[in-house]
């Protein structure tokens, strides 16, 4: 199976542009989860889609908004872009199921998108 | 409150056992210790995850203590490629929301 993918994987902005970064998730894969990287932040948890619909938010500010269409692919759009977006945006999937010891959480991480607001 | 604390660094011999530590002293019952890493310039990538008992699959083993507070990830024999940023966050499996915290970065040398 094709892994995670993400689109671009490299983009430069400037303050007050807005910008929409793109998932693939695993085939198969319903839930997609959008998180933030930045060095001095770590990994934060922006946002979660299932079927289409948000079914998780992280403490994010509203101009952070992701939606889910159909065949399960996300998109995530960040309006009016600060210096401080500048991170890493990392998308996983994951098909929750079972292992036998319980609901297996693991997700798969694509590539990310580098993003740098200038 | 960072729910997990792990050494910054670790440095372990080409072909020895890393052992990484991490204490998530307040777990809750219902939630499960899972351990990511990430290297350099890729996407996290999943290791191993416990309850309460051992675990071991084909990348790690997983050490939970009785209590729960600690636990200590081991890689076997570790090689050049398992330089990488470790991250052990707690969880229920009921969320996808993962945070990871700082992580300890493996250094392994030859």
């Known amino acids: 199976k094709a892994g995670v993918t993400q689109t671009p994987r490299y983009l430069i902005k400037t303050r007050g542009q807005q910008v929409t970064l793109s998932c693939s998730p695993i085939?198969?894969?319903?839930?997609v989860s959008w998180y933030q990287q930045t060095p001095g932040q770590g990994l934060q948890f922006l946002f979660e889609y299932f079927s289409e619909t948000q079914r998780n938010k992280g403490n994010f500010p509203g101009r952070f908004s992701g939606r889910q269409f159909s065949n399960s692919r996300s998109e995530m759009n960040v309006s009016t872009l600060e210096l401080g977006d500048s991170a890493l945006y990392l998308c996983?999937?994951?098909?929750?199921?079972?292992?036998?010891?319980?609901?297996?959480?693991?997700?798969?991480f694509g590539p990310g998108t580098r993003l740098t607001v200038l | 409150d960072a729910k997990t604390t792990q050494p910054p660094s670790m440095d372990c011999a080409e072909g020895r056992a890393a052992n990484l530590p991490c204490n998530h002293s307040?777990?809750?019952?219902?939630?499960?210790v899972y351990w990511y890493r990430q290297i350099h310039s890729q996407g996290p990538q999943y290791i191993i995850h416990g309850l309460k008992n051992n675990e071991t699959n084909e990348m790690a083993s997983l050490i939970i203590t009785e209590d729960r507070k600690s636990s200590t990830l081991i890689l076997p024999h570790a090689t050049l490629r398992d330089t990488a940023v470790y991250y052990c966050i707690v969880i229920t499996n009921a969320g996808n929301m993962l945070t990871f915290g700082g992580g300890t970065r493996l250094m392994v040398k030859p």
């Open positions: 085939s198969g894969h319903r839930s």
């Open positions: 996983a999937s994951s098909a929750p199921g079972t292992s036998g010891r319980g609901s297996h959480n693991e997700q798969f």
């Open positions: 307040t777990i809750s019952g219902n939630e499960y």
